[in-house]
């Protein structure tokens, strides 16, 4: 805990230092106390429409797996938590390895559309991978399905991100972002809530049997959000 601690200070100070205000040094605007207004704001820009939309199918999977992964390993593969912690220890290697190295190279030769198409595919073929390692009975595969699961995730996120912080300009990125965030919260209550009743219901790999379709659909309304965009140009 204490290592986490100071690993959170030191990207706390680091970004301090490191990255920049997007917003220049102006006088603010009057400041609306209204907490609906951030959320209700991408009603203004048409593409934020299937982008939010996006960015909460893309949610839902993921807090799903959060909530049932350790249960499913050691209910299916009898792990122990020594094991599990080897996952989420190859979940997170894979997680630096991608937005350090990988995603920095290509943001400079590939589109926003391309990047979220790979990280969906990816993410949608963990899913699959789960299913075959679970109820198969395959253990190291599971260290494959997580691997490809972070490497996806690392991918689509920070893509979706960036197509919605170029939906405004300064002066309402912080308001898109919000909207944003917001979807993205209500997919972390509604993915465990269903991914659990689900695992009691339906069996243990249910979740991850429907969940790869939601991040083909995420995909497809990137499309659909691009496509406004170049009729609306």
């Known amino acids: 805990v204490w290592a986490a601690a100071v690993l959170f200070l030191l990207n706390f100070a680091w970004s301090l230092r490191a990255v920049p205000a997007s917003v220049p040094p102006e006088p603010a605007p009057p400041i609306v106390l209204n907490p609906f207004s951030g959320l209700l704001g991408w009603r203004d820009v048409p593409r934020m429409q299937p982008l939010l939309l996006a960015s909460f199918l893309s949610m839902v999977p993921f807090a799903a797996l959060q909530a049932t992964l350790s249960v499913l390993a050691k209910q299916c593969l009898q792990w122990t938590p020594r094991d599990v912690s080897a996952l989420f220890l190859v979940i997170g290697l894979t997680g630096v390895f991608t937005q350090g190295f990988i995603l920095r190279r290509w943001l400079r030769d590939w589109p926003e559309r391309r990047l979220v198409w790979t ?10 991978l789960v299913v075959v390692a679970t109820e198969g009975l ?3 595969l599971l260290y494959l399905a997580m ?9 689509q996120g920070p893509a979706i991100t960036a197509l919605v912080s170029g939906c405004g300009g300064p002066e309402t990125q912080g308001r898109l972002q919000g909207a944003n ?3 993205q919260a209500l997919g972390r ?11 009691y219901h ?7 049997r429907y969940g790869w379709v939601l991040f083909l659909a995420a995909a497809l309304c990137t499309d659909l959000a691009l496509r406004r965009e170049l009729k609306k140009s």
């Not at 990280?119 to 699959?128: E, I, N, P």
């Not at 339906?202 to 991850?208: D, E, I, L, R, V």
């Open 119 to 128: 990280g969906s595919l990816l993410m949608l073929t963990s899913f699959v």
């Open 202 to 208: 339906f069996g243990p790999t249910s979740s991850y």
């Open 181 to 183: 965030q917001s979807v």
């Open 138 to 140: 395959i253990s190291p």
């Open 189 to 199: 209550v509604i993915g465990p809530l269903a991914a659990g009743y689900d695992y």
């Open 147 to 155: 691997a490809c699961f972070s490497l996806g995730q690392g991918l």
